[in-house]
């Protein structure tokens, strides 16, 4: 467990941090012990790409719902929920 004194050594120690250095645990005199977790950044639009590429009618049934949305044929989470009724969960 590193002993860290300044923000200085802090960002030095962070900086540092990768995939295979993701875990960062350490003491500030005074304050306690801390730990960092490095987690990869998963970008949204990436993922759903590479959902459309595995899965072509996914990508199909993107194309239809924004085209439903662009005429107006779309209902909103209020909506819907009004809309609902006890009978439906039967």
Request: overall charge negative; glycine content about 4%.
């Amino acid at each position: 467990m590193s002993k860290i004194n300044t923000s200085e050594e802090l960002m030095n120690y962070i900086s540092k941090m990768d995939h295979n250095n993701s875990v960062l645990q350490f003491t500030i005199p005074g304050k306690g012990k801390f730990a960092i977790v490095l987690q990869e950044e998963i970008k949204e639009v990436d993922s759903i790409e590479n959902d459309v590429e595995a899965n072509p009618q996914l990508g199909q049934m993107i194309q239809e719902s924004q085209n439903q949305y662009d005429k107006g044929e779309r209902m909103t989470t209020s909506e819907l929920i009004k809309s609902l009724s006890v009978e439906d969960f039967k």
